[in-house]
């Protein structure tokens, strides 16, 4: 008989995640966390699991923080979001991580997810001081005046990330929003949440204001729902809806007339994000103001419409 001990078999100490609003990292209001799992079913960690509750104050906070966030000039939003893609690169290795492990990959290929999110993040970083000369200008117009456009953040917005690409989706749905100076709140890949949760942790630790993004985890027709008829918000980004979900939130943010994007295709979440950006989502979400002003008169205050 051997005198040697018998090995001690060691638990794993799964990490429990925390929701991400107003620049804290609250509990669900509900207690409630759920298990997520790998793309071959073994457990990852505790991710909490978001209430209509938790939606509702993610508003409150994307509201409040909205002044300052917009209130920033373009040049300003721009530094601050370059900074949060050299946060991501810090972190490259635990992104790489836990895409790999939500989406099933090997690890180059989620490396090379990251690296693209990475980029993406810088490519909208670049856009906040540009989009003005893309979607605003001059005005011809019959009379002794200057008419001239310019776009304004809309407001706040409610994005449901996708549920396949859980780091280069999220980025490519959270970015413009951010860089055309509005708000966010953001529900997670309901199955593959774990990427959005840390990027929660990196912008915590970011200038990005408290209030500007704020991050939920749960089932994303149960925080979805309140966000698309809440009277608050003002835009809702359907990406990540499944189509039958998608028609319902549609209806629902009807009623007070939210500006919606839609659904790449029937599946809600086939885009591909591989691809070039351009400025399709950039645009959506900002408001045009109209400023007349007569010429050759400076003394005389413009109107706006």
């Known amino acids: 008989m051997s005198d040697k001990p018998e090995p001690t078999v060691r638990l794993s100490v799964f990490k429990t995640y925390k929701l991400y609003v107003g620049g804290k990292f609250p509990r669900s209001e509900s207690g409630r966390v759920y298990e997520v799992t790998d793309s071959k079913d073994r457990p990852l960690a505790n991710a909490p699991q978001g209430s209509r509750k938790d939606a509702r104050d993610a508003v409150v906070a994307a509201r409040k923080a909205f002044g300052g966030w917009s209130g920033a000039t373009a040049y300003n939003r721009g530094q601050i979001l370059y900074r949060v893609a050299e946060m991501l690169e810090g972190r ?5 991580r836990e895409v790999a492990e939500a989406e099933g990959l090997s690890r180059a290929k989620a490396a090379a997810q990251v690296s693209a999110a990475v980029d993406r993040w810088v490519w909208y970083a670049g856009w906040t001081d540009k989009i003005a000369q893309v979607a605003g200008g001059a005005n011809p117009v019959a009379g002794p005046f ?10 706040v917005v409610a994005v449901l990330a996708p549920q396949r690409s859980s780091l280069l989706g999220l980025v490519s749905v959270l970015a413009p929003v951010l860089a055309t100076g509005c708000t966010a709140v953001v529900t997670a890949s ?14 915590a630790t970011s200038d990005v204001p408290g209030g500007a993004v704020n991050i939920l985890s749960g089932r994303t027709a149960e925080l979805a729902a309140p966000l698309a008829a809440h009277q608050d918000v003002n835009a809702i980004d359907l990406t990540g809806a499944p189509a039958e979900l998608a028609v319902e939130l549609e209806r629902a943010a009807a009623d007070n007339l939210k500006r919606v994007l839609r659904p790449a295709d029937a599946e809600g979440d086939g885009e591909d994000f591989t691809a070039d950006p351009g400025t399709r989502r950039l645009t959506p979400f900002l408001e045009t103001k109209t400023v007349w002003h007569p010429t050759g008169s400076l003394g ?3 109107s706006a419409y």
């Open 300 to 302: 005389v205050s413009g």
């Open 190 to 203: 309901e199955d593959r949440p774990l990427p959005a949760l840390t990027l929660g942790e990196v912008l």
């Open 146 to 155: 200057f008419n001239l456009s310019s776009p304004e953040p809309t407001g």
């Open 92 to 96: 490259a290795d635990q992104f790489t």
